[in-house]
């Protein structure tokens, strides 16, 4: 029997400590939410940055909430390129030894001296999903993209957790490498 899930793709966004949001939109300042995203409690917020590289700047980036312990810019290879940085594939929350940048906001700017990476192929699973699939958090596998463009991808992180719903994350250039859309099925094949 095929193990499928939902797979969905992340464009560039970023994630503030409170101290930065602060910074950028004013003392004692609380994210606006305008949508829920797919994973329980996150959400694209009203606001949105400036990023500014060595070699170019991203006009209007969306904040996600909520805040985070620490200030994380997620993008694609092009855009990494496009600012003038190295591309850095982590895990999310993974920001050491990564290139830092400038963050403009309406009322502040922040040199972020670390945190732009481009986010490493994942699977959020709910531990029953986990146990569904027969995987463990941090289990590697590999996942099928059937369609005309079809592809496998390698080196999938597995992330469970009882506040995570069923789904799989790719940024947007492999997504569109692949022909996929939101909500489109993968097959978990390990």
Same mark, same amino acid.
């Given at each position: 029997?095929?193990?499928?899930?939902?797979?969905?793709?992340?464009n560039r966004h970023i994630h503030l400590s409170q101290k930065d949001l602060e910074i950028l939109f004013g003392e004692g300042y609380e994210l606006t939410k305008f949508k829920d995203l797919s994973q329980p409690g996150q959400y694209a917020a009203e606001e949105k940055v400036?990023?500014?590289g060595p070699k170019g700047t991203i006009k209007g980036v969306r904040v996600l909430g909520p805040v985070r312990g620490d200030t994380q810019f997620e993008l694609?290879?092009?855009d990494a390129f496009g600012l003038g940085i190295k591309p850095v594939i982590r895990n999310? *929350?993974?920001?050491?030894?990564t290139p830092g940048?400038?963050?403009i906001g309406p009322k502040g700017e922040v040199d972020i001296d670390k945190g732009a990476i481009v986010a490493a192929r994942h699977i959020?699973?709910?531990t029953t999903d986990a146990e569904e699939f027969g995987v463990k958090d941090k289990d590697v596998v590999s996942i099928k993209v059937g369609g005309p463009r079809g592809l496998v991808f390698d080196e999938v992180l597995v992330r469970v957790s009882d506040s995570y719903a069923l789904e799989m994350h790719v940024d947007i250039e492999e997504g569109n490498a692949a022909g996929v859309?939101? *909500?489109?099925l993968v097959e978990l094949i390990k």
């Open positions: 029997m095929k193990k499928t899930l939902p797979i969905a793709m992340s400036d990023v500014e694609s290879v092009s999310s *929350g993974e920001i050491e030894d940048v400038k963050l959020h699973m709910h859309r939101n *909500g489109d």
